[in-house]
C-alpha cells in the first residue's frame, strides 16, 4: 500500500497537464463503447470539472465497477494499463495518466456507505455516468497527505463551494482514526491553522 501511494503522489506522475478536453477525449472513447459505466471524479479532476482550477497532472476516479469490468472497457477504448494493483490501478492514454481506485477506498481510506449518495452528478455521455465524489471526503483524501498544495486546494474548494467546515471536521473524525492516515489529528489541526489565517486575511 505504502507503495502505491508514494506512486500516486510522486514521481510516476507524467509531466504535461491534464485539461477538460482531455478528460472529454476519455469519456467520449468510453462512451462510443455503449456500455453503461459510473465514474467519480477526484482530486484535480474534480477541481477542474467546477473549474476551480484550469489543470491537473492526471485523471482520477473512483468507481464501484469492478475491476473486471473496468480493465475490459479501458482496453477496448485503446487505452494502456500501467499497473494492474487495484489499490492503484495506472492506465495511459498516450501521454495521459488515469488513476482508478476501486470500492470507496483511496490511500488507505475507507469511506462510509454514503459516500455515493453524496456525490454530485456532473454530466451523461451516452451510457457513461460521471460524478463528482462528494465535496467532504474529496478533501479528506487531500488531507490525509497533507503537503502545500493539497492544503491550497482544500481551502479553494471550500471556499468555492460554500462547504461546511463543521460537518467536514465530524466526518474527517467519524473515521480518520480507524483509516490509514498518519498523524491524523495533527493534519486537520493544521488545516483548520491554515483555513483560520485565510478566513482573516
Not at 51 to 60: G, V
Not at 120 to 126: A, D, L, P, S
Amino acid at each position: 500500500m505504502i507503495r502505491c501511494i508514494n506512486m500516486y503522489e510522486n514521481k510516476y506522475k507524467n509531466e504535461p497537464l491534464t485539461r477538460l478536453e482531455d478528460l472529454d477525449i476519455l469519456l467520449n472513447l468510453l462512451a462510443d463503447l455503449n456500455e453503461p459505466l459510473e465514474l467519480f471524479a477526484i482530486g484535480g479532476t474534480a477541481m477542474v470539472l467546477k473549474r476551480i482550477k484550469e489543470s491537473t497532472k492526471d485523471i482520477d476516479f473512483l468507481t464501484a465497477e469492478k475491476y473486471e469490468k473496468i480493465k475490459k472497457l479501458f482496453t477496448l477504448a485503446g487505452l494502456k494499463e500501467e499497473s494492474s494493483n487495484k489499490l492503484c490501478n495506472i492506465w495511459k492514454l498516450g501521454n495521459i495518466r488515469i488513476d482508478i481506485f476501486y470500492d470507496g477506498f483511496i490511500m488507505g481510506i475507507r469511506f462510509p456507505d454514503d459516500w455515493r449518495k453524496l456525490s454530485e452528478k456532473v454530466k451523461e455521455i451516452g451510457k457513461i455516468k460521471l460524478y463528482i465524489l462528494n465535496w467532504y471526503d474529496l478533501i479528506i483524501t487531500k488531507i490525509s497527505r497533507a503537503e502545500k498544495r493539497d492544503i491550497e486546494d482544500i481551502i479553494a474548494i471550500i471556499k468555492s463551494q460554500k462547504l461546511d467546515f463543521g460537518f467536514l471536521k465530524k466526518r474527517y473524525y467519524s473515521f480518520a482514526e480507524t483509516a490509514l492516515i498518519s498523524d491524523f489529528d495533527y493534519k486537520f489541526k493544521h488545516l483548520e491553522r491554515e483555513y483560520a489565517k485565510r478566513k482573516i486575511d
